[in-house]
């Protein structure tokens, strides 16, 4: 998993580790609120599922890193779909500097699919939409990253 | 009976110096704690340490006093008539209270409403349509928690401050949509009178109980559905915008209800069935709300990008709305401990796909 100055492979742990760094240079202005959610990401491929977990502790955001299973995690809910969904967002993100039309998060997630966010429970799944904008402006942060190459 | 009288004898005596200072001997205080103060800066949990934190599941008095503090014999009664902690309270109200109030956002500021691209004629209608539906009903998610604010015990002030925050959310969605409607060449829509119905089932409530359940749980919960929906099909990013932000608060609202409703059944499950008859009424009214064109239309229009397509897939995305307003209520009612799915008062033909089964 090499990159150059100017890629980043995805789905990778230094991809949401840059994510994070990136996202976190903007949120530290406060003015979207403090957001406190641990947030697991599952990503699905034909050959492989990768789960990585991004905990929104307050006014930034920490990269958990990349696990096996989300059962020893205090993940609170899981957002989970195919890779290609995924990559078509962060394209689209890199291309228009944020998500538009049906790549926003909410707008993958919707009707449960091509995302899904499954919480614990019916509050657990709400909670990550009170923090809607938080993790629409993490996500958008990929903007500013290197030019993200599927894995 | 509180004196009230001037005590020119006290004046006379403080202006020779000789203070009372009863107020400094007599303080019960927790005097020389300390709180925690979280990372996020001194939140309401951080100060609920000591007596401070414990809230009386049946306050004695019915005082502004702030609980905790060394309170005078002779207050008078202000008249609280929900003085019954498990009628308001929930675990996450403290959270949702900084949450709120660190999470506000304004209108005016942070929509981009320069950005508004001109929209073909049905897109317009439709979204001017959806704007004046919901600058319509989120009001009343004002009014209610206002009718009822000062019927609260102040020893429940963090529920207070938390449906503060609530009436100050429903006034900026109010404010929200109806600029919208305003801001692009459209103008407000129609206005039904079954969702008037539905608000004034809401206002008319006889109890807390009631209006809590048909506002924050279900009525709430419809709407943070539409907010998502709205997201999904905005024909700009700047509707986009304005439900993410939307989405958010609503959201918070919904946990306070569904929470609420849970610490009230854990300490008396005797009250369910009251809950499940104000849901049979609320539902029989959603039934209606699924079948009114002024709700439906709009939305479908938006979701196949134009009324001639809305023909032909329209009513599919409107049923796949329905199907996920439904599914996520039911399952808040299974959260709060009160299981609908087998009771939910629907017809047959909009429970497709829907497990009713608890």
Redesign the interface.
């Known amino acids: 998993m090499t990159t150059t100055e100017t890629e980043v492979k995805f789905p990778t742990a230094e991809f949401f580790d840059k994510l994070v760094v990136s996202a976190n240079k903007t949120l530290s202005d406060k003015t979207?609120?403090?957001a406190?959610l641990k947030l697991g990401i599952e990503i699905v491929s034909p050959n492989s599922i990768n789960r990585y977990v991004i905990d929104f502790?307050?006014?930034e955001i920490n990269f958990d890193g990349q696990v096996e299973s989300f059962d020893n995690t205090e993940v609170e809910a899981v957002v989970t779909g195919p890779q290609l969904s995924y990559f078509d967002m962060f394209k689209d993100i890199q291309q228009n500097s944020?998500a538009?039309g049906?790549n926003?998060f909410?707008?993958l997630t919707?009707?449960?699919f091509p995302l899904n966010v499954q919480g614990q429970?019916?509050?657990a799944?709400?909670?990550v939409?009170?923090?809607?904008?938080t993790i629409?402006h993490f996500l958008d942060s990929a903007h500013q990253m290197p030019t993200i190459v599927e894995q | 009976m509180t004196n009230t009288a001037i005590n020119f004898e006290y004046i006379e005596r403080a202006k020779r110096g000789e203070f009372d200072l009863g107020w400094l001997k007599d303080n019960k205080s927790e005097w020389g704690t300390k709180p925690t103060i979280s990372k996020i800066g001194l939140t309401l949990r951080d100060i609920s340490y000591g007596s401070y934190g414990d809230v009386p599941d049946n306050p004695k008095l019915r005082t502004m006093a702030p609980r905790g503090s060394d309170i005078d014999p002779d207050v008078p009664d202000m008249g609280y008539t929900v003085n019954t902690k498990m009628e308001v309270w929930s675990d996450n109200l403290l959270d949702l209270y900084e949450e709120a109030v660190s999470r506000q956002w304004s209108a005016t500021r942070d929509i981009p409403w320069n950005q508004l691209p001109e929209l073909p004629s049905d897109i317009e209608h439709s979204i001017c349509q959806l704007a004046t539906l919901l600058s319509e009903v989120e009001m009343v998610a004002a009014d209610f928690p206002a009718k009822w604010l000062w019927r609260i015990n102040h020893d429940f002030v963090e529920a207070k401050m938390f449906l503060c925050t609530q009436v100050m959310d429903e006034a900026r969605h109010t404010e929200v949509f109806r600029k919208r409607a305003l801001a692009n060449g459209g103008g407000l829509g129609k206005a039904k009178a079954v969702v008037e119905q539905f608000l004034k089932l809401i206002l008319d409530a006889q109890s807390y109980d009631e209006g809590s359940a048909l506002m924050h749980l279900l009525g709430e919960g419809i709407v943070l559905s539409i907010f998502r929906a709205g997201e999904f099909l905005s024909p700009s990013d700047v509707e986009k915008r304005i439900f993410r932000l939307c989405m958010q608060d609503e959201a918070r609202h919904v946990a306070y209800g569904t929470m609420h409703l849970k610490y009230r059944l854990e300490r008396d499950p005797s009250i369910a069935e009251d809950f499940h008859a104000y849901l049979d009424k609320g539902e029989e009214l959603m039934t209606v709300l699924f079948t009114t064109p002024e709700v439906i239309e709009p939305m479908a229009i938006l979701a196949a990008g134009g009324i001639k397509q809305a023909e032909e897939v329209g009513v599919f995305a409107a049923d796949i709305l329905r199907q996920r307003i439904v599914e996520e209520y039911l399952a808040r009612c299974d959260k709060a401990g009160l299981p609908r799915r087998k009771r939910i008062n629907l017809p047959a033909e909009m429970l497709t796909g829907i497990a009713t089964d608890d």
């Open positions: 979207l609120g403090f406190i502790d307050g006014y944020m538009t049906s926003t909410n707008a919707m009707a449960g429970d019916q509050v799944t709400d909670k939409f009170r923090f809607a904008e629409q």
